[in-house]
């Protein structure tokens, strides 16, 4: 990494690295494992930053795999359960009255109910504001099924018990 | 006012994570670990010339190599030296090294960083790298023009005596320090200014690993900086350590000040190559391992090409 590199790299981590922290956050529920993730992530950015085009969509395809393969790994070790809870639940319906460190067990929660794709989906369709031709070539699946997919997660995400009665009750589907 | 359950969604994945930022230093220890890295595979400067070897001298004789204690020993009689065991295993490591053969023309690292796979292959020739991966949204392969010095490059450019090398080493390790150095001014302007708190040893420790590392360092310059090592204080030695693969090893371990932690290596005792690296650092860890080193005179194909 040369000097101009160096310079570029140090702008795009600047700009986009709080971004990519609280994407791999909503997507690992972990603080530990999301700042991990963030930084293997753009440790592999800039080995190969002079050969990356859009390093933006290089770090949403290579933060998206580390972390569904970190979360079906971990999926196969036995669970880990925290000694005591850090937070309470709080009532996301009193939102306007909710600091982010408040509103966040309740909104991970819910994500936790999610499959890692489910989740990874949602996360870079809602919180990314990426179209889903962007999410579909991170994800390396169609674009079908990235609809389909985000519409089955908003459903479930929608009866979550964190988040009830949040969502408005004429957007659900018919069932 | 959200409108309906998407933007309402929307909403609550950055209403919670609107308090969350990256470390400060986070991209600084990103830039560090790839100085580290790119060391392995970089052009070498320009040999050192004969001012910068006079330089590098006077400096090693002025005080930065350990002075010999004046003998207390009469003429005629031997003084006994007593060798710690880390000595007598890096001594042997650097026997070992020696007696490595420099034949073959091509060398094979092959890396398993989940989830991607690496082969690298260089030329002991030309200094070309043939870079092959798998996985993790790499371009699956790279080829380097002269991305490595060549073996008679670092010949000339390593010196085989104890002190100048531990001289070079030092100011090789400055001179490292100094891009840091910029870097952080220029990443973090109205931050502390970036001090490298590490010892003379410490410096000596993370370039001789590094130049250990360099695939393409020749047998001789390799079993000098084994030989350097065993000379060097605060370095610890454990000889029948394993590494995170299960592969028995003899473990390196330098730990220098909180910026850079402490670095763990793990070498391959009969082939003196390097199995396992790994760093611990504040804010930073980091591991490398690799599955395996080989030589050949033909060069290999793209391993990953039918996967």
Request: charged fraction near 25%.
């Amino acid at each position: 990494m040369n000097k101009k590199q160096g310079r570029a790299f140090e702008a795009f981590v600047e700009s986009e690295g709080n971004n990519l922290l609280r994407l791999a956050v909503l997507m690992t529920s972990n603080y530990q494992l999301a700042e991990d993730a963030v930084q293997r992530t753009l440790e592999r950015l800039a080995a190969r930053w002079d050969r990356v085009e859009h390093p933006k969509a290089f770090c949403r395809k290579v933060l998206t795999n580390l972390v569904i393969d970190d979360a079906r790994a971990a999926a196969r070790r036995p669970r880990e359960e925290p000694l005591s809870p850090t937070h309470e639940n709080p009532d996301p319906l009193a939102q306007d009255g909710l600091s982010s460190v408040e509103l966040r067990p309740a909104v991970l929660s819910a994500l936790d109910s999610l499959t890692p794709h489910q989740r990874a989906i949602v996360v870079l369709r809602y919180f990314g504001d990426h179209s889903d031709a962007e999410v579909s070539q991170a994800l390396g699946v169609a674009v079908g099924t990235v609809k389909s997919t985000a519409s089955r997660a908003l459903a479930q995400l929608r009866t979550h018990p964190s988040l009830a009665g949040l969502f408005c009750p004429a957007d659900y589907p018919a069932r | 006012m959200p409108t309906t359950d998407e933007d309402l969604l929307r909403d609550l994945l950055r209403g919670s994570t609107n308090d969350l930022a990256l470390r400060p230093g986070g991209a600084h220890a990103i830039v560090t670990r790839q100085r580290r890295r790119q060391v392995r595979r970089r052009f070498a400067a320009v040999g050192v010339t004969g001012v910068a070897a006079a330089v590098a001298l006077t400096v090693a004789e002025s005080g930065a190599a350990p002075q010999a204690k004046p003998s207390l020993a009469g003429p005629g009689q031997a003084r006994a030296v007593h060798l710690t065991t880390g000595q007598v295993v890096l001594d042997g490591l650097a026997v070992r090294a020696a007696a490595q053969p420099d034949g073959k023309r091509y060398v094979v690292f092959t890396e398993d960083r989940a989830p991607t796979k690496q082969t690298s292959v260089y030329d002991r020739l030309t200094g070309n790298m043939w870079v092959y991966q798998q996985g993790g949204g790499a371009p699956p392969v790279a080829v380097v023009k002269h991305g490595s010095p060549t073996s008679a490059e670092l010949a000339a450019k390593l010196p085989a005596n104890q002190a100048a090398l531990r001289a070079f080493l030092i100011k090789d390790a400055n001179a490292d320090d100094a891009k840091a150095a910029a870097f952080a001014r220029r990443s973090r302007p109205h931050a502390a200014p970036y001090v490298d708190t590490r010892t003379s040893n410490g410096k000596v420790f993370d370039q001789a690993i590094d130049y250990l590392y360099m695939p393409l360092v020749p047998s001789a310059q390799r079993s000098a900086m084994f030989k350097l090592l065993a000379a060097t204080p605060g370095v610890q030695v454990r000889p029948h350590a394993r590494d995170s693969l299960g592969r028995p090893a003899i473990m390196l371990r330098n730990s220098d000040g909180p910026v850079y932690g402490t670095t763990t290596v793990f070498e391959d005792p009969a082939t003196t190559r390097p199995l396992e690296e790994d760093f611990a650092g504040v804010s930073f860890t980091g591991k490398d391992v690799f599955k395996s080193i080989t030589f050949t005179n033909t060069r290999p194909a793209d391993p990953y090409r039918h996967n």
